[in-house]
Structure formats: C-alpha cells, structure tokens
C-alpha cells in the first residue's frame, strides 16, 4: 500500500514536471535555434520513443473497441491557448466520435502503456547490467535506458483534449472508491501475485524516481539558460 501511495505522488509529481518541461525545452531551443521547423525536428527526435508509444496506445486501444481511427503523426504541434500560453503536443493520431466510456479509454490508454514500458525497461537494465564487465556498454546502457525512461514517462499523460470532460467523473470514482471502503471492502493480495505486485511497484517507483530526478535536472539547466538568454537580449523572464 505504501509503494502504491509513492508511485501515485510520482505520478502526480511527473505529470506537472513533464508539461513544464516540454514548454521550457521548447521555448530555449526556439531563441537559440530561430528555426520553428528545426526545434520542432530536434523535440520529435528527443521524445519520439515516448510519443510513438503514446499514438499507438490510443490507435491500438481504439481499433480494440472498434473506433474508427484515422491519420497518425509523431510530429509536434504547438497550439495557443486562450489565456495566451503554448501547449505542445507531441504527437496525434484521428480518433472518429464515439461513446463517453470508449472515448475516455481511449484517451487514458498510454498510461498504463507508458507504465508497461517503464517497468519493461527496469527489469531489461537489472537482468543485464549485472552480467556486462566493459565499462564502456555499462556506460551505454544506463545512458539508453535513462533516455528512454525520460521519452516514455514525459510521454504517458493524456493531453487536455483526450480528456475532456474526464474531470467530472472523478468525483464519481472517489464517491464509489470510498464507499467501497466504508463498506469493508479491501483487496488482499497473497503468494505469487503479492510478490509480482510488490516487484511490479518496486519496478515503477525507481523508474519514476529516476525520472523526477532527471526532469528537475533538465528544468534547472533550461531554467538557467533561458533566464540568461532573456537578460542578455534585455528581455523580462516570464
């Protein structure tokens, strides 16, 4: 119970990390570079991993409960909001009309996804990490599996688009949850499918954990850039 409460506030915790990032990212790169097509190239490149899972979560799940799908792009699209800040969105892929439930499976399809990968890339470094001598392929695969733990975790939360009206129910689920407990419901794992939940999440949380680090990390690096390039250029950081 414990390890699921920490995966949860990673979760959460990557969630807002990851939108931020992707905006700051984006923005440095865009006065550095002053090419929209070359920023939008060099993102499409650090997170295509992470994006083409994304897509495919949402076209595989969708051709599952038979939804018509259309177009699938990995190429980011950087859209103006109302309030006048930018949203970019990494990838899309034409979902036709469907029934809320569908439409909300759909739309939450790359988490459990993204979380598949993440465990997958964990145990794939334990089992072969210890049985590799030369430093240098050590090296190697650290740096794949922390790349590719950074593109699939900044790349599992559904967009405000696949989810919308999606808050409303969450009262309804928390309602429901809750009076499941009050009623003395509770769900105890035994044996086998103890040890592989409490892998699972043990799996989950160092990916996580991982993540959060290298997000702030990156945030701090752009952060200091950004700031610097905007003092240069006698312009007031946002």
């Not at 490149?45 to 899972?53: A, C, D, E, H, S």
């Not at 177009?71 to 949203?87: M, W």
């Not at 405000?160 to 419901?185: C, H």
């Not at 290298?214 to 003092?231: A, E, T």
């Amino acid at each position: 119970m414990q390890l699921l409460g920490i995966v949860t506030f990673e979760l959460i915790l990557i969630f807002f990390l990851s939108r931020h990032l992707l905006r700051v990212m984006y923005t440095l790169l865009l006065i550095i570079l002053r090419s929209k097509s070359v920023v939008i190239g060099l993102v499409t490149l650090i997170y295509l991993p992470g994006t083409v899972i994304h897509e495919l979560a949402h076209l595989i799940v969708a051709e599952v409960l038979r939804v018509k799908t259309g177009e699938i792009s990995f190429t980011p699209i950087v859209e103006k909001l109302a309030d006048g800040s930018t949203e970019v969105h990494t990838g899309h892929v034409k979902i036709a009309e469907s029934d809320t439930i569908r439409r909300y499976l759909i739309g939450l399809a790359p988490l459990p996804f993204g979380l598949f990968f993440l465990f997958l890339c964990i145990w794939i470094f334990n089992y072969f990490y210890p049985q590799i001598v030369d430093w240098k392929l050590q090296a190697g695969l650290v740096a794949l599996i922390g790349y590719l733990l950074f593109a699939i975790s900044n790349n599992m939360f559904s967009s405000r688009v696949d989810l919308e009206g999606f808050i409303f129910l969450v009262p309804i689920f928390l309602l429901l949850a809750a009076s499941a407990y009050i009623a003395g419901f509770r769900l105890t794992l035994t044996g086998q499918v103890q040890l592989l939940s409490l892998q699972i999440l043990t799996n989950l949380a160092t990916a996580l954990a991982i993540v959060i680090g290298v997000n702030l990390i990156i945030l701090l690096i752009n952060g200091v850039l950004l700031r610097g390039i905007l003092k240069l250029k006698g312009l007031t950081p946002a």
